[in-house]
């Protein structure tokens, strides 16, 4: 049997679609060429997720210029970022001056790196994780005492909120939930709010008539069409937003029924990939 044969047996990472159903990279390309915005929704240490979203990238911007939105970028940050894409500052200058992810010389650099070689846009969509911290603590009401520059880096308050979606139910209901106090449990979740909905806010300001926008999160941020999704469509619910997920699996050719209508595609990788941390 030769080396050939045995990787085909032993996939690193298989494409499904909502519904269970197998599909290839090209044929998702084709849909996601189709969007307005595309949510690649990733687990922050996968190799496999970060691969493809550079691949995604580079195919679809041969044929319409992109938008690179990150989370992992904030939005207090947007001018180093700037400054960096136009060479007016190197990599060193951007490591001292923007808060930059421990990995992000691993896996976000490629793509920041292949905007400014092709001149894309690149967004800082994140609030910046202070604020997100005052909501754990204090609520959204913490949010109303920030001065008014401040308030251009997180979306306009005031912030709508729905407690019942069940991605910010689920968060109530995590295992190290149980353990904290009442108050906490209720401004969990809407932490994660003030995050999707300036994620949301900054997508939607910066996306170019005609171009499509692509935007790196954690998987969490977009699945069930919910998180960064469920904002975008209460401004624009016109838009034609086609998410990705990542999910770490067993077996990546057998489809975790768990993760049915999570994503309109979903990556299965191999759970014993190498990680990137």
């Keep these: 049997m030769t080396l050939g044969m045995q ?23 084709k849909k996601l060429e189709e969007a307005d915005i595309i949510m690649f929704g990733e687990y922050h240490n996968n190799p496999i997720a970060h691969w493809l979203e550079l691949a995604v990238a580079k195919d679809l911007n041969k044929k319409s210029k992109l938008t690179l939105g990150f989370e992992m970028l904030e939005a207090d940050n947007q001018n180093e970022i700037n400054l960096y894409l ?51 603590k204090k609520g959204f009401e913490g949010l109303d005492t920030l001065s ?15 407690a019942r979606l069940k991605t910010y139910v689920a968060m109530t209901k995590m295992e190290h939930m149980k353990y904290m106090p009442e108050k906490m449990k209720i401004n969990m979740p809407k932490a994660q709010a003030i995050k999707d909905a300036t994620m949301a806010y900054f997508i939607l300001k910066n996306k170019k008539v005609n171009q499509p926008f692509i935007h790196y999160n954690g998987s969490y941020h ?23 997920t990542t999910k770490s ?29």
Excluded: C
């Excluded at 977009?222 to 990705?244: C, F, M, R």
């Design 86 to 136: 136009k060479d007016s500052i190197n990599q060193k200058a951007l490591d001292s001056l923007a808060r930059l992810w421990p990995n992000y010389n691993t896996d976000y650099k490629p793509l920041v790196d292949y905007a400014k070689k092709n001149k894309l846009p690149v967004v800082a969509s994140n609030v910046p994780r202070r604020y997100a911290h005052v909501v754990f």
């Design 148 to 162: 008014v520059k401040e308030k251009t880096w997180i979306a306009p308050l005031p912030i709508q909120y729905d």
């Design 222 to 244: 977009s699945d069930e069409h919910e998180g960064i999704v469920w904002y975008l469509k209460q401004a624009n619910p016109a838009l034609k937003i086609v998410t990705i």
């Design 7 to 29: 990787a085909q047996q032993k996939p690193a990472y298989k494409l499904f679609k909502s519904n269970g159903k197998k599909t290839n990279y090209k044929k998702m390309l």
């Design 249 to 277: 699996v067993a077996n990546p050719k057998a489809f975790d029924k768990d993760s049915k209508n999570a994503a309109d595609f979903i990556i299965q990788v191999d759970e014993t990939m190498t990680t990137t941390y």
